[in-house]
């Protein structure tokens, strides 16, 4: 896992859609899509149910995006 898929991660749990987190990300949608894919295989579970409307966090997504806005946050603060 790298802190670039967390951060990935955060964006798309944050608009809950794939494809806005690529347009804020300045990256094509399936590249993104990628990405979550790896997480997920890596991590052996899912975390997002994804819809016609878009995604939504599952319960081991929601526990994830809690910790990654944390390590997220520790890595700002010391880039500083």
Known sequence: MELRQLEYFRVIAETESIHEAARRLNMSQPPLSYQLKQL?????????????QGVRLTEAGKLL?????SMLELRRITEE
Not at 40 to 52: D, G, I, Q, S, Y
Not at 65 to 69: E, S
């Open 40 to 52: 997920e295989a890596e991590l052996n579970v899912t975390l997002f149910e994804r819809t016609r």
């Open 65 to 69: 995006y809690t910790r990654a806005k």
